[in-house]
């Protein structure tokens, strides 16, 4: 596999480049400064709030691009690059359905918090590893603030229990599996397909010269936006079926795996 022409490296967070406990390795940190080096411009792209990811990468976070919120956000050097909210009468289009689902935990998704209706203490301690900035809210009429998207947690399982019930607003939205227990709504440019896309644009960068790491199907878009672009072992089949390449599991180090690779390439092409 030749990497030598990479620029670019696009990673998904939960499940790809975090291990099962929601952690970055202290080997990524190092590769990340190896390929820094190379001039290589690292993006952290999740269905995450902006604010979680700044978390986990609190010591590098004013040296990578931050893609949020499925695409929503893109933001380097706390300057918004891009920003794709829901209209707030497809908001509302969205909530309607909202009644008809059985079990599920709607969040509404703002650059600086979340908003929340159920009051389940099991669900409010799971949200916080996600959305540790939220507010209980007793209807989403009361939000003022620009939402990015609408996440829907079912503690069965999302693509049962949620994704049948929803997969009629594709029409107008994009509607994503992100998780074994999330779907995701957001508006169609609302994705990390679109947001890469812009960013390759922004530094003249081709699918070519791209590398990307996926595991669902909320990183189907961005995954179609690289040559060099690679599924977990622990991915959803949709993702398998899409990526070009795959790689380890996520608790295997199958992204630094192939981050080795590219900076060994990069080494040899600079000796």
């Keep these: ?39 290589i411009i690292f993006v952290a792209a999740s269905g995450r709030p902006f604010y979680s990811i700044v978390d986990k ?34 908001l509302f289009k969205i909530t309607s359905v909202l009644p008809s689902l059985s079990n599920a935990h709607p969040v509404f998704c703002s650059k600086n918090k979340a908003f929340v209706m159920s009051k389940s203490e099991k669900f409010l301690n799971l949200l916080s590893e996600y959305y540790a900035n939220y507010e209980l809210i007793s209807s989403p009429e009361s939000i003022t603030e620009e939402i990015y998207k609408v996440a829907l947690y079912h503690e069965k399982s999302s693509e049962t229990c949620i994704y049948p019930h929803v ?73 398998k079926a899409a990526a070009k390449f795959s790689t380890k599991s996520n608790n295997d180090f199958g992204v630094e795996l192939i981050l080795e690779a590219l900076v060994s390439a990069k080494e040899t092409l600079s000796s």
């Design 1 to 39: 596999m030749d990497f030598s022409k990479v620029k670019l490296v696009v990673s998904d967070m939960d499940g790809t480049l975090l291990n099962s406990n929601h952690k970055l390795s202290n080997h990524f940190f190092n590769l990340f400064e190896k390929m820094r080096a190379h001039g």
């Design 57 to 90: 990468f609190n010591t590098i976070k004013d040296e990578i691009i931050i893609v949020a919120e499925n695409g929503g956000l893109v933001i380097k050097d706390d300057e918004i690059l891009l920003s794709t909210p829901l209209e707030k009468e497809n």
């Design 167 to 239: 997969k009629h607003l594709e029409a107008d939205f994009k509607v994503k599996l992100s998780a074994t227990h999330w779907v995701d709504i957001s508006e169609n440019d609302g994705n990390k397909g679109n947001a890469v896309n812009y960013i390759q644009d922004i530094y003249n960068i081709s699918e070519a010269e791209t590398l990307v790491f996926g595991d669902y199907n909320n990183d189907l878009e961005m995954l179609d936006k690289a040559y060099f672009s690679y599924a977990m072992a622990n991915a959803h089949p949709d993702v």
